[in-house]
């Protein structure tokens, strides 16, 4: 699943983009209700009998060449992706 940062893990390029997009997303039906932190919802699926493999952002998988962009494509860091499995679930072999 993906997730979406809070603030306070977000760098001034990153907020400037929610500030820009974030609206334009709720006003068609997609609003960005829930930011979590990697421990925090490594916290809520661990509730929810599911346990984390692990959290992968964009720098791990993308081209380090594609950072030094300078153009609107530009990744960011703004959400990342978490890897569970049910609890007690064998590994699955890549």
Do not use: N
Request: charged letters at 25%; glycine letters at 6%; proline letters at 4%.
């Amino acid at each position: 699943m993906d997730y979406m940062l809070p603030k306070e893990l977000r760098d001034a390029a990153v907020q400037q983009y929610v500030d820009a997009v974030a609206s334009f997303a709720a006003e068609h039906g997609e609003p960005w209700q829930t930011f979590l932190t990697p421990d925090g919802l490594t916290a809520l699926l661990s509730g929810c009998g599911f346990e984390l493999v692990e959290h992968v952002c964009q720098h791990e998988k993308l081209d380090a060449a594609m950072w030094d962009r300078q153009d609107t494509l530009a990744p960011l860091d703004l959400s990342r992706i978490a890897h569970a499995r049910t609890r007690g679930q064998d590994a699955i072999a890549d």
